[in-house]
């Protein structure tokens, strides 16, 4: 019977140390940082792969010689009220603290700590910390981005051109009124366009945007109008358009003038009746939608072609609003440049960079063919390239090559900017197509290959076109 019991009990602590050594394991594999602290003595105990990657220490530094208080610095207060929360309650929680690594980093971080006894009956506290950094950094991008669909406060600058354009925008937001956005590629139409819906009486619906150059051709019908089952080879199922997603609110037709010719008619009828049918339909759906379109193309010019109907012109050309290019609004530049600066820092987690006026000079001096996105771009590579707080001109890589970010004197420019230009426009009024009918090749009288060696050389991707 002893011997039974014997054999048992081994069994029993066989299995408790089994069981012992595999929560050992998941306890230094979990993604999370577990912590194991003796309050008493203000030290810690255990600490798992995960809290020495967190904090940046070797495993013996942190057991032999960190106590709490030094990862916790700042919060020895906070952190008093959560460790006796912890021990009156057996267990809570707190999204208050933060950990100091060793790279002297603040890390928000929420902490949820229980209550045991060790071996020696001795009170712990065992602790799983999560950090939030990178949510609270996640957080900020969704917090711009409302601010960005919903606000227009961020629409920088303070140039007479910019004021009158933000004068028209206040004058036609409160209307029903379609509106037609024209300017160059990279001048803000979409921001202008979110702008006139946050300030309209459909705030509260939503906004659909379509970008008709981004559409097949054979697809854009679809798109605007959506299709019944089986309308065509693939449409295994009904689908709604984007008129029917925009009931209530405001449609932003982002490059109308590539809608395609024969698909003119119907939008036109969607303007004139309000209302259409989806593609295999013939259920008529009424519509009570604000357009709003874009384009960086003369449709003038495309309706003296035959390219664009003159009639849905008229109808798109109620209240037209022109955006100025950056080159017309220079005084905006260091503005704008500072914005950007100070909203990356935030998406990064980096400070905030200020512009040496050497920096501010050669911003102002450059002819900006790719304008407001052209500097937000620029921008994003000076804040990754400097090392301290200051931007200056080497930072600034505006043109390509040694000579193309400073004018030459009398205002001659370089043959490198005139063909760098040229490229651009051609990707422009081609949305970055570069082969084929009407691709950017054809345009510039290049071969595609040789048009693609010359953007390489020049630092241009196809995106300069969209």
Not at 164 to 186: F, K, M, Y
Not at 317 to 343: C, G, H, K, M, W
Not at 414 to 437: F, N, W
């Amino acid at each position: 019977m002893a011997e039974e019991l014997n054999t048992r009990l081994a069994e029993l602590e066989a299995r408790a140390q089994f069981y012992q050594t595999e929560y050992e394991y998941l306890c230094q594999k979990m993604p999370n940082a577990m912590f194991v602290v003796d309050p008493a003595r203000d030290r810690i105990v255990e600490a798992n792969d995960a809290a020495c990657r967190l904090l940046g220490y070797g495993r013996e530094q942190l057991l032999s010689s960190m106590t709490i208080s030094d990862i916790h610095p700042h919060e020895l207060e906070e952190l008093r009220e959560f460790a006796g929360e912890i021990m009156a309650k057996g267990a809570a929680a707190s999204d208050r603290l933060s950990c100091l690594s060793a790279a002297g980093r603040t890390i928000p971080v929420t902490i949820h700590g229980s209550v045991f006894e060790d071996q020696d009956g001795r009170q712990m506290l065992r602790t799983i910390v999560v950090d939030m950094g990178h949510r609270h950094a996640f957080e900020q991008v969704l917090e711009d981005e409302v601010r960005t669909t919903h606000d227009y406060d961020e629409i920088t600058g303070g140039s007479p051109a910019l004021r009158q354009v933000l004068d028209q925008v206040q004058r036609v937001a409160p209307t029903d009124s379609t509106v037609l956005i024209l300017g160059e590629t990279g001048t803000g139409k979409e921001l202008i366009c979110r702008a006139i819906h946050h300030d309209s009486m459909r705030s509260e619906k939503p906004l659909v945007k379509l970008n008709c150059a981004a559409i097949p051709s054979g697809l854009i019908e679809s798109e605007l109008f959506g299709h019944e089952k089986g309308a065509f080879t693939g449409a295994i199922q009904q689908k709604r358009g984007r008129f029917e997603l925009a009931h209530g609110g405001t449609i932003f037709l982002d490059e109308i003038g590539d809608i395609p010719l024969e698909t003119q008619p119907k939008l036109l009828r969607l303007l004139q009746e309000r209302e259409f049918e989806r593609v295999g339909g013939s259920t008529t759906i009424q519509s009570d939608v604000r357009v709003i379109a874009a384009t960086h193309r003369n449709l003038e010019q495309m309706v003296a072609d035959g390219s664009f109907r003159q009639d849905l012109f008229y109808r798109l050309n109620v209240f037209p609003l022109t955006l100025p290019p950056l080159r017309e609004r220079r005084e905006d530049i260091p503005l704008l440049a500072q914005y950007f600066s100070q909203r990356m820092g935030q998406r990064q987690g980096l400070p905030a960079l200020e512009f040496s006026s050497d920096a501010v000079e050669r911003l102002l001096g450059y002819h900006w063919p790719g304008n407001i996105r052209e500097l937000e771009n620029i921008v994003e590579r000076a804040v990754i390239l400097c090392d301290g707080g200051m931007i200056d001109t080497p930072h600034i890589s505006v043109g390509h090559g040694p000579a193309t970010g400073d004018p030459l004197p009398g205002g001659v420019r370089t043959l490198q900017q005139v063909e760098q230009d040229a490229i651009i426009v051609a990707l422009q009024a081609s949305s970055g197509k570069i082969s084929g009918p009407g691709g950017a090749a054809e345009m510039l009288g290049l071969k595609p290959s040789t048009l693609e060696s010359r953007m390489k050389k020049l630092g241009i991707d196809r995106t300069a076109g969209s």
